[in-house]
């Protein structure tokens, strides 16, 4: 059974820098494409980053500059490392896994999903 478990959110000041972590099992990081969404309210699920089964990463011009998506095939582990965060960064983020490939950009696209971390950044 395929499961994602997110954690690492928590509440910063703007400029601060936060690292969510996603663990995975059932499935392994080395062969799907994964992905970081962050949905806040009254605001539709947007993409933040993605990587490929063979590391290949793409941002949103949002966030390109300041977040990193990067994965660990040993621990099975995804991971956002935000950096200069902004009051507009607030909201819940999630992971996300799909085998098919590349990486889609649509969250619609994504089989599966983790329970989403809150992200709150204060002015």
């Known amino acids: 059974q395929v499961q994602l478990v997110e954690s690492g959110g928590g509440s910063v000041q703007a400029g601060g820098s936060l690292r969510l972590s996603c663990a995975a099992f059932?499935?392994?990081?080395?062969?799907?494409?994964l992905g970081w969404f962050r949905q806040a309210p009254g605001k539709e699920r947007e993409g933040v980053g993605r990587?490929?089964?063979?590391?290949?990463?793409r941002y949103p011009d949002s966030v390109k500059g300041r977040f990193t998506i990067s994965k660990d095939n040993d621990k099975n582990t995804l991971y956002l490392q935000m950096n200069s965060l902004k009051p507009e960064d607030t909201a819940i983020y999630y992971c996300a896994a799909d085998p098919r490939r590349p990486a889609p950009a649509d969250p619609v696209m994504y089989k599966y999903w983790g329970q989403g971390t809150q992200v709150t950044v204060s002015s």
């Open positions: 059932g499935y392994s990081v080395s062969l799907y494409s």
């Open positions: 990587i490929s089964s063979g590391g290949i990463t």
